[in-house]
Nanobody, 126 residues
Framework: VQVEESGGGLVEAGHSRTLTCVFSGTTQNDYAMGWLRQVPGKEREGVACIGWSGPDIYYSDAVKGRFSLSRERWSKTMSLKMDDSRPEDTAVYYC????????????????????WGSGTQVTVFS
């Protein structure tokens, strides 16, 4: 299974950015999907995740009300729209997928059954 993120880059504070994740290499589509992020020296943290069957979405307190996860049911593509970006949103954003689990489980950075993308850097400047 391959997982690939895109859409990272520079974004001015207060502006929007959309990240996209696509997975391939499997005929199965019952995967939970999520976004986690990491800054140097800190643990990877869950940002926004959706379970394998939807529709519940987890958002961290840091992004609730500003970020929006979108995924059509059973799709292998997911997006994260980042509105009202802040400098503290600067991080490497990773896409995570795991088959047949809930939104909270795929948001766990310690889960050894998760497939990860290589990450995409988002830098918010003011």
């Amino acid at each position: 299974v391959q997982v690939e993120e895109s859409g990272g880059g520079l974004v001015e504070a207060g502006h929007s950015r959309t990240l996209t994740c696509v997975f391939s290499g499997t005929t199965q589509n019952d995967y939970a999907m999520g976004w986690l992020r990491q800054v140097p020296g800190k643990e990877r943290e869950g940002v926004a995740c959706i379970g394998w069957s939807g529709p519940d979405i987890y958002y961290s307190d840091a992004v609730k009300g500003r970020f929006s996860l979108s995924r059509e049911r059973w799709s292998k593509t997911m997006s994260l729209k980042m509105d009202d970006s802040r400098p503290e949103d600067t991080a490497v954003y990773y896409c995570a997928i795991r088959r047949g689990v809930t939104h909270t489980m795929v948001c766990s950075p310690h889960d050894r059954s998760i497939y990860w993308g290589s990450g995409t850097q988002v830098t918010v400047f003011s």
